[in-house]
């Protein structure tokens, strides 16, 4: 289960290498705000770094271009829509940047960044009551599949 944490500045620049290895146990994936109708990147838009170590759980996230002064809330997408993990949930400051940490398990499936009022939560679980993919972040892969150029 996640530990949620505040939203506030970023520690550093955002990296825009979409998945890489630092270690052995630690790993990077970037999201990213993508045309839903393409589902393509949007190169302007909103993006996200996740920095995560498989062996200790423990994540740390920053994002930039979002809305600012809004709620959002990192989630786990196991395939099963409308229902979710939560990873972790902030508000993002008045330059649209949030920072998020925490710790997580289970790197497998699909990480969003979305609207905290697109969604409820129920303890650790989330269930989407609206859907507006315009103002999420997606990741570029989804974990625990070969992608090829990837070095997960």
């Known amino acids: 289960m996640a ?3 505040a939203g506030g500045e970023p520690r550093a ?8 290895k630092q270690r052995s ?3 990077t994936l970037a999201l990213y705000a993508k045309d839903p109708k ?3 990147i949007r190169p302007s838009g909103a993006r996200g770094i996740l920095m995560y170590d ?3 759980g423990r994540f740390s996230f920053t994002a930039r271009k979002l809305k600012p002064l809004s709620g959002y809330v990192l989630v786990r997408n ?3 829509p409308p229902a979710g993990d939560l990873l972790a949930r902030g508000t993002t ?3 649209g940047e949030l920072r998020l940490s925490g710790r997580w398990n289970d790197w497998t499936k699909k990480i969003w960044l979305v609207s905290g009022n697109d969604l409820t939560i129920s303890g650790s679980r989330v269930t989407l009551i609206a859907w ?3 103002q999420y972040l997606f990741e570029e892969k989804v974990l625990g599949v070969f992608c090829g150029e990837c070095d997960e």
């Open 54 to 56: 498989e062996k200790t």
């Open 38 to 40: 393409t589902w393509k």
């Open 93 to 95: 400051n008045k330059a």
């Open 13 to 20: 620049p955002l990296d825009t290498q979409a998945v890489g």
């Open 78 to 80: 196991a395939d099963t």
């Open 132 to 134: 507006n993919p315009e």
């Open 3 to 5: 530990e949620p944490a």
């Open 25 to 27: 146990h630690q790993r």
